[in-house]
């Protein structure tokens, strides 16, 4: 079992940044770690992912304005996000998946709302 606990999220204006973090209670050297992100009333949907060898993918509306990144010492993935806009308010969400298992752990989310 793993336990997620995201942080950073924020009240920000338009175009400003925000750095999110995520710890995880175990491990993550060997899991490919993902942030997601859900707006009211919209599904769950991927915004970026890492694998354990540092592929990274990111979702066709990041459209190079964020960052993913992980530090395996710290069990640790982070997420960058540069020139906010309104549509990225949303709750994120911090998952992590263990390949040799097939589990997949959530934490509760941390809310980014961008707003002038």
């Known amino acids: 079992q793993r336990q997620l606990e995201e942080s950073g999220g924020s009240l920000v204006q338009p175009g400003g940044s925000l750095k999110l973090s995520c710890v995880s209670s175990?491990?993550?050297?060997?899991?490919?770690m993902s942030w997601y992100r859900q707006a009211p009333g919209e599904q769950r949907e991927l915004v970026a992912s890492?694998?354990?060898?540092?592929?990274?993918t990111y979702a066709d509306f990041v459209r190079g304005r964020f960052s993913i990144s992980r530090v395996n010492a710290q069990n640790s993935v982070f997420l960058e996000m540069n020139n906010l806009e309104p549509g990225d308010t949303a709750v994120y969400y911090c998952?992590?998946?263990?390949?040799?298992?097939?589990?997949?752990?959530w934490g509760k989310g941390t809310l980014v709302t961008v707003s002038s």
């Open positions: 175990g491990t993550i050297f060997s899991d490919t």
């Open positions: 998952n992590q998946h263990q390949p040799h298992t097939g589990r997949i752990f």
């Open positions: 890492i694998s354990p060898i540092l592929r990274t």
